[in-house]
């Protein structure tokens, strides 16, 4: 072989050599730059995740805190009326007491009456 083949040869061989690392060099800046673009892209979607997220929780907190705040409404109406409720109870049983007193006294004197009219046999 004769020495400006080889001399060819091998400049070739470079050339190719440098042109390979350039578009290698090329290659790896592009998938680079399309890493870094994704991670931005990864991180901005995140962060509105978060966003969402931290929206959500407040929002549930909130809807939380009213139906706290119902329930404790409703407890406490339940609470009035079943307070009310006895109390109209113990109205109507004194109510009744009564009126069954004055029964019973209408009753005895009644009774009284009617053995003032026969006397005795004895």
Known sequence: MRRADLAERIDTGEH???????????SFNALSTQILQSRRE????????????STMRTNVSGE???MRGRFESLETAMVDSWTHFENSIAASQ??????????YEELRSQIKLLNEGHPSSS
């Not at 990864?42 to 997220?53: H, K, P, V, Y």
């Open 94 to 103: 004194g109510d009744t007491r009564r009126y069954m007193k004055v029964l």
């Open 16 to 26: 190719r050599m440098d042109s390979m690392e350039q578009r290698l060099d090329a």
């Open 42 to 53: 990864t991180n901005d979607a995140i962060l509105g995740l978060r966003s969402e997220f």
């Open 64 to 66: 939380f805190s009213a």
